[in-house]
């Protein structure tokens, strides 16, 4: 059972052009985290969201933590060919510890 | 380089076979996690040690099986490997539990291992 599920699934984009993918649940988070994964490397980690409601900017990414703490957003505004990757969000469960449960993933592609 | 280190980065095996899986955490990181991460089923937690001591475990199948050493060093061992457990597995370390706070992972390159 997968608890994130992670919207869209692909997506391929222009360069300039604004993108939004979504992660959603039916679970209540403690924290949430986005990560970017390219081919042949581990995830590196993006955010860190722990308030409902909170918004994270990081240069043209725009992180949004759900109210309820059930949901995320990563907004990127003017994509570049260099966002292109592998975008995962993240949700540690109240009172389980640091353990991580993964969503689907986003891949995205940015093209010239 | 993000401070974990995996070794061996690929590995080719037959089927019924052994294999160990290596990884040292991030200077000063206590806690270490094992995950799988295959096409159709995304990034699956296995195990989690934290400062030598098993804290989680999640879909890690019997044949599987880990440890954390004195010097924080993990490794996973994996037997009577099947063509499905051809996949990426990931160690990635934080500084603790994070029972009152959560830490961000720092992941290692993976290793490859492929079952044939």
């Known amino acids: 059972t997968q608890l994130l599920e992670q919207s869209p699934q692909f997506l391929s984009i222009q360069e300039g052009e604004n993108l939004t993918v979504y992660c959603n649940s039916s679970s209540v988070f403690s924290s949430l985290q986005w990560y970017r994964q390219e081919p042949g490397e581990g995830p590196v980690l993006l955010v860190t969201v722990v308030t409902g409601g909170e918004v994270k900017k990081l240069k043209r990414l725009t992180f949004q933590f759900g109210d309820a703490r059930k949901d995320s957003s990563l907004h990127i505004t003017a994509a570049q060919t260099g966002d292109t990757g592998l975008y995962l969000c993240?949700?540690?469960?109240?009172?389980?510890?640091?353990?991580?449960?993964f969503g689907t993933g986003t891949q995205l592609k940015v093209e010239l | 380089d993000s401070g974990v280190t995996q070794t061996p980065k690929h590995l080719i095996t037959a089927t019924g076979q052994r294999v160990t899986l290596r990884c040292s955490p991030r200077s000063g990181d206590l806690s270490v996690y094992w995950y799988q991460q295959s096409l159709d089923q995304g990034l699956q937690f296995l195990i989690q040690y934290y400062n030598g001591e098993e804290r989680a475990k999640g879909n890690i199948l019997e044949r599987f099986s880990a440890q954390q050493f004195p010097d924080l060093h993990s490794e996973l061992n994996l037997s009577s490997l099947e063509l499905g457990d051809s996949a990426l597995y990931f160690c990635?370390?934080?500084?603790?539990?994070?029972?009152?706070?959560?830490?961000?992972?720092?992941f290692g390159s993976g290793t490859r291992l492929t079952v044939v």
């Open positions: 993240a949700g540690a469960k109240p009172g389980g510890g640091n353990k991580l449960t």
């Open positions: 990635a370390s934080s500084p603790t539990t994070g029972t009152n706070k959560n830490y961000g992972y720092t």
